[in-house]
Nanobody, 115 residues
Framework: VQLVESGGGLVQIGGSLRLACAASGFTFSRSVMSWHRQAPGKERELVAAITSDGGTTTYADSMKGRFTISRDNAKNTVYLQLNSLTPEDTAVYYC?????????WGQGTQVTVSS
């Protein structure tokens, strides 16, 4: 199982980023996927999750309306669109795959929002 996140970087307040997580080594189209984030000195928290067919999405309350999770099963990739970013969104963003054998994490991508 391999999960590789990309798309992070430095952005100004109010800016946008699109994160991607490329998956391999398992049947992506059958797996629930999620995005999480961890800010310095804080615990890792759920950002959003999406069912295997993309039909249902779930968001943390503080991120509803600003972030959008989506997936392309033909490309084995899950995305996270980040809009209206604030310094409080600065964190390492991780994707996670849920398999029958357990769950797996990517290595993360850094998002920094400058004030």
């Amino acid at each position: 199982v391999q999960l590789v996140e990309s798309g992070g970087g430095l952005v100004q307040i109010g800016g946008s980023l699109r994160l991607a997580c490329a998956a391999s080594g398992f049947t992506f189209s059958r797996s629930v996927m999620s995005w999480h984030r961890q800010a310095p000195g804080k615990e890792r928290e759920l950002v959003a999750a999406i069912t295997s067919d993309g039909g249902t999405t779930t968001y943390a309350d503080s991120m509803k309306g600003r972030f959008t999770i989506s997936r392309d099963n033909a490309k084995n990739t899950v995305y996270l669109q980040l809009n209206s970013l604030t310094p409080e969104d600065t964190a390492v963003y991780y994707c996670k795959a849920y398999l029958n054998a357990g769950s797996y994490w990517g290595q993360g991508t850094q998002v920094t929002v400058s004030s």
